[in-house]
């Protein structure tokens, strides 16, 4: 099992044995877990309210430069992410081409939606 799979139960349960003394290697060989994941649960790296795990959604690296991508990406829309990457990083983006793909997909996927929606409004309005 991997700590992120373990229920709270588990987690309570790796903590009412070590309260009891047993040590983290026998806890891990127990519930047949590694010593890592034990570790985590004793030193309460897990389950701990408010507290998120790995950076959040969306790339601060890329927010200075957001308007002059979608302008971008708006007067180019064939255009190449690698030369826009280029663009941006000349002006000083210190990010990856990943958070720049990640950033155009979404936005696409958006207009999509947008488009979709747009649809159904006048299909209804020349159904009446």
Known sequence: METQN??????LRILELHQQGLS??????LLGLSRRT???HVHL????????????RGSRKLQPFEAYVLAY????????????????????????VSILREFCRQRREDRVVEHREIQKIQELSYRR
């Open 6 to 11: 373990l229920a709270p139960e588990h987690h």
């Open 24 to 29: 983290q290697t026998k806890i891990a060989a």
């Open 38 to 40: 034990v570790y985590n």
């Open 45 to 56: 790296r897990v389950f701990q309210p408010g507290r998120h795990r790995g950076r959040p």
């Open 73 to 96: 990406r708006r007067d180019f829309p064939s255009g190449n992410l690698q030369d826009l990457l280029a663009v941006i990083r000349s002006h000083g983006y210190t990010g990856g």
